[in-house]
Structure formats: structure tokens, C-alpha cells
């Protein structure tokens, strides 16, 4: 597969290969990626989607060489100074990722749950990221209305999906308002518990106004929908 393709999340099953070097998002557009949109992100534009029938592994040389970033700049919070023009990933289906750095995403909006995941925003999907790095990545709460607030997990957002991290590096991500470098979180709309992951790697540098390494709750749950974080191993600093 070519990482380039941006309907490759449509695939039912995918293995794409990335050589070293750097890969920048780069065709626009607009899409809704609010909260509700369960299953059904818009590949068209912007972020990379894996879409609710895919099953997609990427695959890099190394974290150190292999880069897929949303942007050029990273801008952690300092108003608009970065260039990312959206988050990496906005995972529904099923996504591995090995060996690779996602950097520089960027998502804020005055719409409930498009400011969510900087790097990447897992809905009901499932993410596994193995001896990666998620640096420099930015969610924003730029809404207008009070109850209608944004900004979590500025290098990963989990709304009801499953993410195992292994020997994976988080440092350096913004969140304005909740998980700087993860928020995991149950909402009721998707109907199911959220679970989180961590074997092994480093958070570090990481920033928001609650939980600057990891943020758990539950949004609006009811029905006894809640959420499984654990951690072994892990470097938190």
C-alpha cells in the first residue's frame, strides 16, 4: 500500500510499508470530525482516516527516521504559531503503527468533539502503536460555548475505542484543557467502555491545564459505561 492513497483506510485490509523520511499532510478541505461522527470520519481531506471496515498496519524504519506529520511546525499552545492543518490519525477501524514518529497535529474548533486528539483521536476504533513516538502535537478549546468544550489529549484522544501503547515515547504535547499527552474517555453516544494501554516508554514535557501526562473520565455516561487505564513500566516526568 502507498501512505499517500488517502482512500486506503477503505480497505478492508492494508500493510503499508514507509521508508525513511518525512511525510507532510497536505491537501485541505473541509470534513466534520465531531465527536458523534462514530465510524464515519471523512477521507477526503486533511488527516489520515482509517475508516470502521479497515484494518490497516504502517510499518516505518525506525521511529528516529520515519516522520508523518500534519505540519511543518509544532505549536503546543502558543496561539497560532503552528502549521499543522489537522490531527495525524482519526482512527474508527483498526490501526497498528510500528517504528514511526507522528508529529505536529493540530485540531481546535468550536463544534464539541473536533477538538480532540492532536495527534490522534481514536473513535470507537482500535489503535496499537509499537516503538513510536508521538511529539509535538496540539488539541485547542477555541469554543465560544461554555458546555461545548474542547482541547483533550493533545497527543492522543480515546472516546470509547481500545489503545495499546508498547515502548512508546509521548513528550512535548499540548492539551488546553484535559491530557496533554492522552485522554481516554467513555461516552455514552458510542455505547461502549473505553480502554488504554501502556507497556513500557516515556511521557515527558508533556502539557495541559488537568493531567499532563494522562487524563481518564467519562463523558455524559450512563448505563454503567466506563473506562480501563493501566500502566506498566512507564516513565512519566
Known amino acids: 500500500g502507498d501512505l499517500t492513497d488517502r482512500g486506503c483506510g477503505v480497505l478492508a485490509t492494508t500493510s503499508i510499508s514507509v521508508p525513511t523520511g518525512t511525510i507532510t499532510l497536505s491537501l485541505t478541505g473541509t470534513e466534520n470530525d465531531g465527536l458523534y461522527q462514530a465510524g464515519s470520519p471523512n477521507n477526503s481531506f486533511n488527516d489520515l482516516d482509517i475508516l470502521a471496515s479497515a484494518t490497516v498496519t504502517i510499518t516505518g524504519q525506525s521511529a528516529a527516521t520515519t516522520i508523518i506529520q500534519a505540519g511543518t511546525i509544532a505549536d503546543n499552545g502558543t496561539g497560532g504559531v503552528g502549521n499543522g492543518i489537522d490531527r495525524v490519525f482519526d482512527v474508527a477501524g483498526n490501526l497498528v503503527l510500528e517504528n514511526v514518529t507522528v508529529?505536529?497535529?493540530?485540531?481546535?474548533?468550536?463544534?464539541?468533539?473536533?477538538?480532540?486528539?492532536?495527534?490522534?483521536?481514536?473513535?470507537?476504533?482500535?489503535?496499537?502503536?509499537?516503538?513510536?513516538?508521538?511529539?509535538?502535537?496540539?488539541?485547542?478549546?477555541?469554543?465560544?460555548?461554555?458546555?461545548?468544550?474542547?482541547?483533550?489529549?493533545?497527543?492522543?484522544?480515546?472516546?470509547?475505542?481500545?489503545?495499546?501503547?508498547?515502548?512508546?515515547?509521548?513528550?512535548?504535547?499540548?492539551?488546553?484543557?484535559?491530557?496533554?499527552?492522552?485522554?481516554?474517555?467513555?461516552a455514552a453516544s458510542f455505547g461502549q467502555a473505553a480502554a488504554f494501554h501502556i507497556n513500557g516508554g516515556t511521557f515527558s514535557g508533556n502539557q495541559a491545564r488537568e493531567g499532563a501526562a494522562i487524563q481518564e473520565f467519562s463523558y455524559n455516561a450512563t448505563g454503567g459505561i466506563d473506562g480501563v487505564l493501566s500502566l506498566d513500566g512507564v516513565t512519566i516526568s
Not at 505536529?104 to 473536533?114: E, I, M, P, T, W
Not at 470507537?124 to 496540539?138: E, F, H, P
Not at 480515546?158 to 495499546?164: A, E, K, L
Open 103 to 186: 508529529q505536529n497535529g493540530l485540531v481546535s474548533s468550536d463544534n464539541l468533539g473536533q477538538g480532540l486528539g492532536g495527534g490522534i483521536f481514536v473513535r470507537r476504533g482500535v489503535l496499537t502503536l509499537n516503538d513510536s513516538i508521538i511529539t509535538g502535537n496540539t488539541a485547542l478549546d477555541d469554543s465560544t460555548t461554555a458546555a461545548n468544550y474542547d482541547g483533550f489529549g493533545g497527543g492522543i484522544a480515546n472516546g470509547s475505542g481500545t489503545v495499546q501503547l508498547n515502548n512508546t515515547n509521548l513528550t512535548n504535547n499540548f492539551a488546553e484543557t484535559g491530557g496533554g499527552a492522552v485522554s481516554t474517555f467513555a
